[in-house]
């Protein structure tokens, strides 16, 4: 009797950290078509699609701000999309994101961040190479994700 409720409890708890580690790892993705698709609430799809419109209002400051030799706009424009926008982001919502996705999305925040804490060292050329360098990972995740709402 007592060995087989051990036996089921530990079964329970490796299925349980099993689902875990599934979720830790691959969120709510699913494959379709070439890209994975994620499947939020439409509040975290909201979230996560508001980001992404900051992203390109930051591209938009830094791009304006290289054009008219505004090296504090740039400043600005870059560290206001860094890890500070990354703080929104709910441990739920963040339960639901596959990894490979976190890891992208953190990657582009540190580098704005580290553009705006350099950009007083470089010049216009050196940052818009910074800018193509940093965009590679907006497109390698367009490329790989879509975000659809859970009905
Ligand atoms: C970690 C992955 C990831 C990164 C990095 C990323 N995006 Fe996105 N972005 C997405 C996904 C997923 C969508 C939704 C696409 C879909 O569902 O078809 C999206 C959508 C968008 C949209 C449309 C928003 C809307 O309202 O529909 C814009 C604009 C955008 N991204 C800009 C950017 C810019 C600019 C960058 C880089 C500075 C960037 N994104 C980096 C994943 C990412």
Redesign the pocket.
Known sequence: MWKKLAITSLLLWVISISYIGYRVMYGTAEVVDK?TQ?TLNGEDREL???E??L??K??KGILGGLADNDFKKVQKSASG?GMVMAVDINPSLMSKLPMS??T??M??HEA?DQLASEVYQMNEKQVLKRVDK??S??L???E?????EEN
């Open positions: 890209r994620i996560v699609l508001g992404m419109r992203l390109l930051g591209l999309i996705f976190k992208m999305g990657g582009v704005f940093i965009m990972s907006c390698a995740c367009h790989t994700y879509k975000i659809i």
